[in-house]
């Protein structure tokens, strides 16, 4: 029975996962990628990792997606097609990546990995003592600068997403005043020529 | 561990969505594209430090603990790539790889 659950999700995430890197609509490639991170949730549940798999409910599915739907929907239409490369650069990579992932099959296969059979349950108390111990086991030190970089990364994240004030269009050049200058002498001159020749 | 799979079917399905990855972030031009290819490289590589962790040394704690360091790095580094693009929109009107050449103004 797990066995058929876990290869239904495997079939799940790696088929979005592809959908995801070729769909030419840019949202529902983000919604793929959803259904990308719920499976590795499943997973999660699965090992009887339970605090992991609302972790990454919470901050992949629930967090980083969102943010991304946030930022192409503030970006551009829903429904604009996306450019991809050329056949030959497509042809080119794919097959780089199927020899990597023969190399890492190769390697995988080959190594006798000797699996200690046991199951053992992980309960959210032993996460939080291994969190803030100061024991050779514990991880307090990586806590604080975690804690640390998030704090930096928010601030970080404000000031960009605040600064550059000016808005530039596609089209609209920058504003230089020595370019105008020349503009309005040269509409200048040209007007002037034709009165001449009228004149004459 | 999940009874009846073994490590190496595991990690088969991790490499495949690592290398769909990797294809994604070589094949597309556009920025937010990319960063959903980065997300798949990230939770591949998160799958196997749990995996490694269940099945080889089921008492340690290391691998989970590692993995949520990875996800807090991830978010972070996630909310600072949308404030760049969102910067990147704003002055050049495109978010296309091709047309941000120049960092600054």
């Keep these: 029975m797990e066995k058929v659950i876990f290869y239904i999700l495997a079939i799940i995430m790696v088929t979005s996962a592809i959908a995801a890197v070729s769909s030419r609509k840019m949202l529902r490639s983000v919604v793929y990628l959803l259904f990308v991170l719920i499976g590795a949730a499943g997973l999660y549940f699965q090992m009887d990792y339970n605090f992991l798999a609302a972790i990454q409910l919470t901050v992949y599915a629930g967090g980083i997606v969102v943010l991304i739907i946030f930022s192409v929907l503030l970006i551009q239409h829903i429904e604009m097609e996306l450019e991809v490369a050329g056949k030959y650069r497509q042809m080119i990579s794919a097959l780089l990546c199927l020899l990597g992932l023969s190399v890492f099959l190769a390697t995988i296969y080959s190594h006798p990995f000797e699996a200690a059979g046991i199951t053992s349950t992980t309960t959210t108390a032993e996460i939080g003592r291994a969190l803030l111990s100061f024991d050779k086991q514990g991880f307090i030190l990586p806590f604080e600068v975690i804690s640390v970089l998030l704090l930096s990364a928010m601030i970080g994240a404000i000031v960009i997403a605040k600064g550059g004030k000016q808005i530039r269009q596609p089209g609209l050049e920058k504003i230089d005043p020595e370019r105008i200058l020349q503009k309005i002498s040269e509409e200048v001159k040209e007007e002037k020529v034709p009165e001449e020749e009228i004149g004459v | ?105």
């Design chain 2, 1 to 105: 561990m999940i009874p009846g799979v073994s490590i190496n079917e595991i990690l088969t399905l991790t490499s495949i969505l690592f290398f769909i990855g990797v294809y994604g972030f070589i094949t597309r031009k556009n920025l937010i594209s990319m960063l959903i290819s980065l997300e798949l490289i990230l939770n591949s590589s998160i799958i196997n430090f749990v995996v490694i962790n269940k099945y080889l040394y089921p008492e340690l704690l290391q691998g989970m603990v590692y993995s949520i360091f990875i996800i807090a790095v991830a978010a972070a580094e996630t909310a600072l790539a949308v404030a760049i693009i969102i910067n990147i929109y704003r002055r050049t009107g495109s978010v296309e790889v091709s047309e941000t050449e120049t960092m600054k103004y």
